[in-house]
Nanobody, 118 residues
Framework: QVQLVESGGGLVQAGDSLKLSCAFS????????IGWFRQAPGLEREFVGA????KLYGIGSGRFTISRDNAKNTVYLQLTSLKPEDTAHYYC???????????????WGQGTQVTVSS
């Protein structure tokens, strides 16, 4: 069974950076698309981006980027120039296709909280 564990969240100030990690286990890492989503209180889950092999999908803000280390079975979400509106619970998910739809992902981690103070 595929398992995903996120880490790296925390409380930071506006303008700071964070690097979130998503550790994958229980399957063949290279076979999966890894997506990042976030959800703020009272809002729907929002697609941040995804990576398949070395190709990125959906990363458009310029402040965030995704990287993948196949040797460590880990995907990273680098957050820079953070804003208070980036405050959310950040999740990674594994699926078969790159998609912005959360329903296309089969496995989810528990998430990590990012809180940005102004």
């Amino acid at each position: 069974q595929v398992q995903l564990v996120e880490s790296g969240g925390g409380l930071v100030q506006a303008g700071d950076s964070l690097k979130l990690s998503c550790a994958f286990s229980g399957g063949t890492f290279a076979n999966y698309v890894i997506g990042w989503f976030r959800q703020a209180p009272g809002l729907e889950r929002e697609f941040v981006g995804a990576v398949r092999y070395t190709k990125l999908y959906g990363i458009g803000s310029g402040r965030f980027t995704i990287s993948r280390d196949n040797a460590k079975n880990t995907v990273y979400l680098q957050l820079t120039s953070l804003k208070p509106e980036d405050t959310a619970h950040y999740y990674c998910a594994a699926g078969a296709i790159p998609s912005a739809q959360s329903t296309d992902y089969d496995f989810w981690g528990q998430g990590t909280q990012v809180t940005v103070s102004s």
